[in-house]
């Protein structure tokens, strides 16, 4: 499992700079799921997307599992 997490900047809701974006990465054979979270250290708001290898719900030229949904950070940066 791999996860990192970066500073998000601002939250939106107490508007302390203390929000943190992370990612997880799993895999499990053919199974692979990436979830984002953005989280604020003060006030503990949370929001979270999970992009599920699996799932058809999501189109895949307009989101991509390596970019964060909130903050369009990527994986790589
Ligand atoms: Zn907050
Ligand atoms: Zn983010």
Not at 37 to 56: I, L, Q, W, Y
Request: hydrophobic share 25%; proline share 5%; with cysteine.
């Amino acid at each position: 499992m791999a996860r990192n997490v970066v500073p998000a900047g601002d939250c939106r809701h107490c508007s302390e700079p203390t929000l943190a974006c992370s990612h997880n990465h799993f895999q499990a054979d053919d199974l692979i799921i990436d979830t984002w979270e953005h989280k604020c250290a003060n006030c503990g708001f949370r929001e979270t997307v999970a992009f599920r290898s699996d799932d058809e719900s999501w189109d895949p030229d307009t989101v991509t599992r390596e970019t964060c949904p909130y903050c369009r950070r990527t994986v790589h940066s």
